[in-house]
């Protein structure tokens, strides 16, 4: 594999996934993405995602978009950093359900609470119900812990862990007073790949 061509702006989704470039020890190059200047508009840019927006990377003339997409392809090409269980295993199905959970529920839920958005009277028929419901679902998946497969840190807990990581710094209800997401987010965070990620 040739070196992992990675297009990133540390305030977007993109930091998600320089954490986990960082977890597997891979061989990357960070292509940094200018909003103010409009890098994410660029002929160049959108002839790697028309959509304009990162994170991506390019692999062997590859392009992999959309977080959960990018951070399952790179537990799989780095099998060594053990960010996920064996293909095929039940753990494997959990890992899954929580990789997803995030883009499909917790997201969409957060959106629309902190964007006031109504919800409709049946609520379960978004797909991704209240927002109430998702924390009561993520804080019973973290009970007892410490992670989401129980003893055994994984990219889902990366990528779940960082969107309530990046909830609470834009002081989404609900998150902060409760201890099991907090412990969660500093035990996370605290990991030395993510601190490489703040770095200058």
């Known amino acids: 594999m040739s070196k992992i061509i990675f297009y990133h702006n540390p305030r977007s989704r993109a930091a998600m996934v320089h954490w986990m470039l960082e977890e597997c020890g891979a061989d990357y190059e960070l292509r940094p993405i200018d909003f103010e200047k409009g890098d994410h508009k660029s002929p160049e840019f959108l002839a790697i995602n028309p959509m304009g927006k990162i994170p991506a ?13 990018i951070i399952a392809w ?35 839920a957060l959106s629309d609470r902190m964007f006031n958005r109504p919800s409709p009277e049946n609520a379960a028929a978004l797909g991704w119900s209240s927002f109430e419901v998702v924390l009561t679902t993520l804080a019973k998946a973290l009970d007892p812990g410490p992670y989401l497969l129980g003893e055994d840190f994984s990219a889902a807990d990366l990528y779940i862990g960082s969107e309530l990581n990046w909830a609470m710094m834009f002081g989404a209800p609900g998150l902060k007073d409760k201890p099991v997401f907090t412990a969660y987010v500093d035990r996370l965070t605290a990991r030395p790949a993510y601190q490489r990620t703040l770095a200058p």
Do not use: H, M, N, Q
């Open 74 to 108: 790179l537990a799989d090409a780095y099998p060594a950093a053990k960010l996920a269980p064996p293909v095929g295993s039940p753990e494997r199905g959990t890992w899954y359900r929580w990789l997803f959970f995030g883009g499909s529920c917790f997201e969409p």
């Open 57 to 69: 990377v390019v692999v062997d003339g590859t392009v992999i978009t959309e977080t959960p997409a």
